[in-house]
């Protein structure tokens, strides 16, 4: 062999060889880089611990003096009523009283300065542990209009005593579901999960056990006793 081609096959082997190198170093980087991104949630279901709920009383007359006098002859009523339904005094929680006098308008839009009559209010809130007696109120105060009391019943409100250790539980689960997924998915493929590279915690969703709403910044559900709550990780993970 002369000399010329023992130096092209050594050119043509140093060739090989830098393109093997290359290519290994290539792969190398390319696994090293390869990630892959799952979603993983979990969902539990609880009870309010707490109940609110207000309502107000009002009375009217042709003076601020009648109606005012009309609004506190109620008020025995409505202790009375509640005291039958098994309310402590103590948890019944009084606003003070507002006044309205409605106003004569004529047909073009102009008040006549004529009163038609006044009006006193008075809003009260009741806050209990007895998530069901809160319940039946809601239910049961409108029935004071047949005893001669106007009282108008806003929607209860329930809530829960352990809701950010809650929270902090159902983050942990959805976080832990998602290390499930990923792990499933890439030994699926014969490689082996690597270390968490990312993660985002998803808003909590808080709805009545049988919803399925969803809001973009989250749902604080306060309408219903039985409550379920879903929290979302979406986590990423290093190939090995």
Do not use: C
């Amino acid at each position: 062999m002369n000399p010329s081609s023992i130096s092209a096959s050594i050119i043509a082997l140093g060739l090989v060889v830098s393109a093997s190198v290359v290519a290994y170093t290539w792969r190398g980087n390319v696994n090293a880089n390869q990630t892959v991104t799952v979603t993983g949630s979990a969902t539990a279901t609880f009870r309010s611990d707490t109940g609110v709920i207000r309502f107000t009383v009002s009375a009217t007359g042709s003076s601020a003096g009648e109606a005012f006098t009309r609004l506190r002859g109620r008020i025995p009523v409505l202790t009375a009523f509640l005291t039958a339904a098994g309310v402590p005094g103590e948890s019944v929680e009084p606003q003070p009283m507002s006044a309205f006098a409605r106003e004569e308008y004529a047909n073009n839009g102009m008040p006549t300065g004529r009163i038609l009559y006044h009006q006193y209010s008075q809003r009260f809130e009741i806050q209990s542990g007895d998530v069901d007696k809160i319940r039946e109120l809601s239910l049961t105060l409108a029935s004071l209009v047949e005893k001669g009391v106007d009282v108008t019943v806003e929607a209860p409100e329930y809530f829960f005593s352990g809701l950010d250790a809650l929270r902090i539980s159902i983050q942990a689960e959805a976080a832990a579901n998602a290390t499930e997924r990923a792990k499933a998915l890439v030994e699926a493929t014969g490689r082996r999960l690597g270390p968490l590279s990312g993660a985002r915690m998803g808003v909590l969703q808080i709805t009545p056990v049988l919803s399925n709403m969803v809001a973009d910044y989250g749902f604080n559900d306060q309408s219903s006793i039985e409550k379920k709550i879903t929290g979302v990780v979406s986590a990423t993970y290093r190939i090995l």
